[in-house]
Antibody, heavy 121, light 110 residues
Framework: QDLLVQSGNEVKKPGASVKVSCKTS????????INWVRQAPGQGLEWMGW????????KYAQKLQGRVTMTTDTSTSTAYMELRSLRSDDTAIYYC??????????????WGLGTLVTVSS | QSALTQPASVSGSPGQSIAISCTGT?????????VSWYQQHPDKAPKLLIF???IRPSGVSNRFSGSKSGDTASLTISGLQAEDEGYYYC??????????FGPGTNVTVL
């Protein structure tokens, strides 16, 4: 049961932007925050930020402040993550993941399959 | 650069129990009840094993258990099986409302 379905892989040039979508189904969208996590090739998990579907508030990792924006479309139960001014070290698999409970911090129980973003000239 | 530390690798024989540690600071593990653990197999998305230090989501084997003491959280895998091979990540939700992940531990079943 795929609760979170992500958009397809992308290839971008340095300096460009990418917007990854995460379409959800099978649960009440507004009840669970969406987090974004990325993983560079052969590396560990890096948390990028979260968005509260209910309040539309966001929190971003400090290193990405100013380059990342997370949004939602409640009419389609879809979350989006846009990353701007791409660099080669942004090459990674980008995951959306659902907060387990309505309270933040309770872990991420459902994950999308991931979207590979490759930044290359 | 992760603020949490994990051993790079842990190994065990089938049937044995192993423990993976996750050490943080007073800003994360020590002061947080929101410690979670994930398993990741190659080319797969992570899977939540434990949240809020000790709670197993529905469907997760009871061979996985979590605990915490001071600055260190631990994941114990009992009755080790070949399918348990993979990477394991700890995570803490801090008072700053951010998640921090550990660098990951590679578990090998001998």
């Amino acid at each position: 049961q795929d609760l979170l379905v992500q958009s397809g892989n992308e290839v971008k040039k340095p300096g460009a932007s990418v917007k990854v979508s995460c379409k959800t189904s099978g649960y009440t969208f507004s009840n669970h925050d969406i987090n974004w996590v990325r993983q560079a090739p052969g590396q560990g998990l890096e948390w990028m930020g979260w968005i509260s579907i209910y309040s539309q508030s966001t929190k971003y990792a400090q290193k990405l402040q100013g380059r990342v924006t997370m949004t939602t479309d409640t009419s389609t139960s879809t979350a989006y993550m846009e990353l701007r001014s791409l660099r080669s070290d942004d090459t990674a698999i980008y995951y959306c993941a659902r907060e387990t409970r309505a309270v933040a911090g309770t872990g991420l129980d459902y994950w999308g399959l991931g979207t590979l973003v490759t930044v290359s000239s | 650069q992760s603020a949490l530390t994990q051993p790079a690798s842990v190994s065990g024989s089938p049937g044995q129990s192993i423990a993976i540690s996750c050490t943080g600071t007073s800003g994360d593990i020590h002061d947080s009840d929101h410690v979670s653990w994930y398993q990741q197999h190659p080319d797969k998305a992570p899977k939540l094993l434990i949240f809020d230090v000790t709670i197993r989501p529905s469907g997760v084997s009871n061979r996985f258990s979590g605990s915490k003491s001071g600055d260190t959280a631990s994941l114990t895998i009992s009755g080790l099986q070949a399918e348990d091979e993979g990477y394991y990540y700890c995570s803490s939700y801090t008072g700053s409302e951010i998640y921090v992940f550990g660098p990951g531990t590679n578990v090998t079943v001998l």
